[in-house]
């Protein structure tokens, strides 16, 4: 049973490109959270999805940033043109149905580098 | 808002020794605690999860603790060995779905 897949690991973006951050969930899990840690920070909460809706984006940048989670395929992670700030890993987790208790299992993340 | 708390923010021990981490959060209203550890450029791999209804979970050489009341947990980490040296990461979970996290602990076990 796969745990929580992300790709790509690591990605280079100049500043004002877009940056994609995929995420495929555990299989039979149908929420969805991405979370960002900073250098020298904690991991904060951005977005948390299910299938084809948004459900919190309280953490999300108001600008630049987007999140969806379609009926097929992995959730998508995306940043509009990059600034040096951007620069963080950025991980995603996942957890089954089942309000509140379930635990929530990681990936590995995605380290962008903004040059 | 929650905020949480890991004290202290590095450790180190010689092998062998017991070793106590600890967390504290403002907010009591949550619906568990987790404790991950987070190896160098790596994901975040889940230890031990205590439900608020908890008071400890155990896992091998792991025991954590929770008092909710008091806003506080700790993770017990029995006769240390070099492969428990990671950066251990303290998450509450409250009405909201996210985590809030703390800024860890860096723990360095000796040989």
């Known amino acids: 049973n796969a745990g929580v897949m992300q790709n790509p690991r690591h990605l280079v973006r100049r500043r004002g490109q877009e940056a994609r951050l995929r995420c495929s969930p555990m299989k039979g899990h149908s929420h969805v959270y991405w979370y960002r840690q900073l250098p020298e920070e904690g991991l904060k909460f951005m977005v948390y999805l299910q299938k084809e809706n948004i459900i919190d984006e309280s953490g999300m940048p108001k600008e630049r940033f987007s999140a969806e989670f379609p009926k097929e395929g992995p959730s998508i992670l995306r940043i509009q043109q990059v600034v040096r700030g951007d620069s963080a890993a950025y991980f995603c987790a996942s957890s089954p149905p089942g309000q509140g208790r379930q635990p929530q299992h990681f990936g590995d993340g995605t380290r962008l580098s903004i040059l | 808002k929650q905020e949480v708390t890991q004290i202290p923010a590095a450790l180190s021990v010689p092998e062998g020794e017991n070793l106590v981490l600890n967390c504290s959060f403002t907010d009591s209203a949550i619906y568990n605690l987790q404790w991950f550890r987070q190896d160098p450029g790596k994901g975040l791999t889940s230890l031990l999860l205590i439900q608020s209804s908890q008071r400890e979970q155990t896992s091998g050489r792991l025991n954590a603790s929770l008092d909710k009341s008091s806003g506080r947990s700790t993770l017990y980490i029995a006769a240390s060995q070099p492969g428990d040296s990671a950066t251990y990461l303290c998450?509450?979970?409250?009405?909201?779905?996210?985590?809030?996290f703390g800024t860890g602990t860096r723990l360095t076990v000796i040989p």
């Open positions: 998450a509450v979970k409250g009405g909201a779905n996210n985590l809030f």
